[in-house]
């Protein structure tokens, strides 16, 4: 390259020679042909020195830097890459654990739901036998209570008529003859109040 350099400053100078007498009457000592032969060697060992300079120590560095820049690019890309990769399996990891977890947690709830209506239909059954028990032991109640209640009331009622008898007239009535009127109308009413 730097040849085909000087060989085109030679030829343009060698074209331009006509113009360079013409210069070199005016004063300028640069176009002067005596010394052009000093200025090529020096211009020829300058563009040598630039040469081997650019070629030598600052292209190297530069191809250097640009090779480092490349490699840390794609190191940086084959990082960024492996990353996106891990996050898409934790992604994955994160999604699984999260059904899993729901599974678990609608299997914990089903179960639960389960075991609170397995406990409350026992309850259920225990309460329901309890009150199939207290239901029986108010109808013997009543029934004890329907049995005895003309006994009592009979009583009752001789009481309180031998009472009211006894305010009434001043005398004492004898309770045998009060207890055959009250049986009497026993008899006769009792099937109207208690079934008989």
Not at 29 to 58: A, D, H, M
Request: without cysteine; positive net charge.
């Amino acid at each position: 390259m730097i040849k085909k350099i000087l060989f085109q400053l030679i030829f343009l100078t060698f074209l331009f020679t006509g113009k360079v007498i013409a210069a070199e009457s005016g004063g300028m000592p640069q176009l002067n042909p005596e010394f052009w032969v000093s200025q090529i060697f020096w211009l020829t060992i300058i563009f040598g020195i630039l040469y081997v300079v650019l070629s030598k120590i600052i292209l190297p560095k530069i191809s250097a830097n640009l090779e480092s820049r490349k490699s840390q690019i794609s190191d940086n890309i084959e990082a960024a890459e492996k990353q996106r990769k891990e996050s898409e399996t934790k992604l994955k990891e994160y999604d699984e654990i999260i059904s899993k977890s729901k599974n678990e947690a609608k299997s914990i709830f089903n179960q639960a739901k389960e075991k609170v209506l397995k406990d409350i239909n026992a309850k259920k059954d225990i309460l329901e036998k309890q009150i199939d028990e207290e239901i029986k032991k108010a109808e013997e109640e009543i029934n004890k209570l329907r049995i005895g209640a003309p006994k009592k009331i009979s009583k009752i009622a001789i009481d309180t008529s031998s009472e009211l008898i006894q305010k009434l007239i001043g005398a004492e009535i004898n309770n045998s003859s009060i207890s055959a009127i009250v049986d009497d109308l026993t008899k006769k009413n009792g099937a109207k109040y208690y079934g008989n």
